[in-house]
């Protein structure tokens, strides 16, 4: 038995669950290691809570390495850009401070920039993609560097080196059993439990990191452990879940068979769970189906509603499913949301007037507005700003330009056809919006309006209240008056 301690450092409010390290200290328990949990969320102040929990000699808690989660490396969002690197930096120079164990970082916002994340933060080793096994090997120190899967690790002239990540088919991990976060807590404080039904996504967004970080092959588990593991959820209080799937309906075939699953168990009457969906495939047999397995709500990514930026941003669908994707959600009463991306290349005035229009024909209960797309490393878009140059002088970045090469820091993709000012575009898009309640605001907005869930203090005190559900759907009951 070997001892290993896992450190969740998302400080962000409302609380989202560690559902990765709780997967992770299900495999390593599986395999008989002791692991605990610092839950940095809840410690008040988290250098301290460090230093406390390290105090002594690393080597009298036996912990063999320290293993530090990293979901967010920033909000993505443009109007506010905070940054949450900075603090885990800070976190692991007062771990090094106390201990000479490896410090591992791993986590989905990681994954998209393990080398510039290691060399920012000072860690020593990183995992890419899938952590379970990974983890596994290092704590058991079994095999060479080479062996374990999307490990990140300096070679002996100093350069990093990384691994293959871990593609390997899902059902050999023992999922299902979610015990080392505190999930009841974050229930009460974060109104909805994260559950995966698969990872990977194989589509060609232009902007989208998730095949970056979880790989562009899919492995769905087997619908049975999902259900087993919101079973051993619900014993504990739990009935709003959200699926951390990319996209729940591609496959449409495993988004089915999870549906199903959750029938036969009796589940779907007992539970309500959110999901993000493409617009298409959504057949409306698909739709009554999720609807009676439980569904209560349904974020489409839907992007634009202008054909050509569609295809621009790669997607593989048309206005028309924009349209068709609300009025079947609204057929089988299921609410749903179109989360918009504004300012992609090629966007214009025009292009935004278009979606804006077709948004509102289409009628989603929410509109979801993002102004400025993230660019993040090992995507399309990554590439298209290379191509036209990475340089202050390229009007279409927003953001930390000069020395954010590797693109750590937050820089926004704002198509210079918008106009040259930043402000005055979510100024046009407010103007093109007008007083519709049915899209969240842009820019300097009262406060339960913003379409950013970092301090988000509306919905804390919803939650408090006690509101449960998907944030988008607390915020539109909210509006409505709706308990
Ligand atoms: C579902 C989801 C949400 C839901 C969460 C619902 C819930 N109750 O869980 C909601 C809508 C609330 C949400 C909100 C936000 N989200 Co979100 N979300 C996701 C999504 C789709 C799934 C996240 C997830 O849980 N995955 C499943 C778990 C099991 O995977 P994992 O965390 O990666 O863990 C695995 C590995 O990374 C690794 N691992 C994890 N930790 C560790 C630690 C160690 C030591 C090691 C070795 C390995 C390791 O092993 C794990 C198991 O294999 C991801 C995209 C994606 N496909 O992952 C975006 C994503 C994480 N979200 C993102 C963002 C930006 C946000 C917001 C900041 C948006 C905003 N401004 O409001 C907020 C932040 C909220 C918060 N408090 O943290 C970005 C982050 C990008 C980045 N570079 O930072 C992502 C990647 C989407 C994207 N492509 O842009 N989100």
């Not at 002594?56 to 690197?85: I, K, P």
């Not at 820089?411 to 007083?435: I, N, T």
């Amino acid at each position: 038995m070997l001892k290993a301690l896992l450190v969740n450092t998302n400080l962000m409010r409302p609380p989202v669950a560690p559902l990765g390290l709780d997967y992770i200290g299900a495999a390593l328990r599986g395999r008989g290691h002791e692991v605990d949990l610092l839950d940095l969320a809840f410690a008040g102040d988290p250098g301290k809570a460090l230093e406390q929990v390290l105090e002594g000699s690393s080597a009298e808690h036996g912990y063999r390495l320290v293993g530090l989660s990293v979901r967010n490396t920033d909000d993505c969002y443009m109007g506010s850009q905070a940054f949450f690197l900075e603090p885990v930096r800070e976190m692991v120079s007062v771990i090094r401070s106390r201990t000479r164990i490896p410090v591992v970082l791993g986590g989905v916002g990681f994954s998209v920039m393990p080398e510039a994340i290691l060399d920012y933060t000072g860690a020593d080793l990183g995992v890419a993609g899938s952590g379970e096994r990974a983890l596994a090997a290092l704590l058991e120190r079994s095999g060479r560097p080479e062996d374990v899967p999307g490990l990140v690790w300096k070679g002996k002239g100093g350069e990093w080196r990384k691994n293959p990540p871990d593609l390997e088919p899902l059902d050999g991990l023992s999922l299902s059993r979610r015990a080392l976060a505190d999930n009841r807590r974050y229930f009460a404080e974060g109104g909805q439990i994260g559950v995966e039904t698969k990872r990977g996504c194989g589509e060609r967004c232009l902007y989208c990191a998730d095949p970056v970080s979880k790989g562009r092959k899919i492995r769905v588990r087997d619908p049975r452990s999902v259900v087993r593991e919101i079973q051993g959820l619900l014993e504990k209080g739990i009935d709003h879940f959200h699926w951390c799937d990319s996209e729940f309906n591609l496959p449409e075939a495993h988004a089915r068979a999870v549906c199903e699953a959750l029938m036969a168990s009796g589940l779907g009457r007992r539970i309500r769970w959110y999901a993000y969906l493409a617009p298409a495939p959504f057949p409306p047999d698909l739709a009554t189906l999720m609807r009676d397995a439980g569904c209560a709500g349904i974020d489409f990514g839907a992007d634009s509603g202008s054909r050509a930026m569609l295809a621009a941003l790669g997607r593989s669908f048309g206005p028309e499913d924009l349209v068709a994707a609300a009025r079947t959600s609204r057929a089988s009463g299921i609410p749903c949301m179109f989360d918009l991306l504004i300012g992609g290349p090629g966007e214009t005035r025009e292009s935004l007037r278009e979606t804006v229009d077709l948004v509102r024909r289409a009628d989603p209960d929410r509109v979801g507005l993002s102004v400025g797309v993230r660019i993040y490393p090992g995507t399309g878009l990554a590439s298209l700003v290379r191509r036209e140059g990475f340089h202050p002088g390229n009007p279409n970045l927003v953001g930390l330009v000069e020395g954010n090469e590797s693109l750590l820091r937050p820089v926004f993709y704002l198509s210079a056809g918008l106009g040259p000012d930043p402000h005055r575009v979510s100024a046009f898009v407010k103007e093109l919006v007008g007083d519709d309640p049915r899209f969240f605001g842009v820019g300097d907005v009262p406060e339960g309006q913003d379409y950013n869930y970092n301090e988000n203090t509306v919905l804390i005190e919803a939650i408090r209240r006690g509101y449960r559900g998907a944030y988008w759907d607390i915020l539109r009951r909210l509006a409505e008056g709706l308990s």
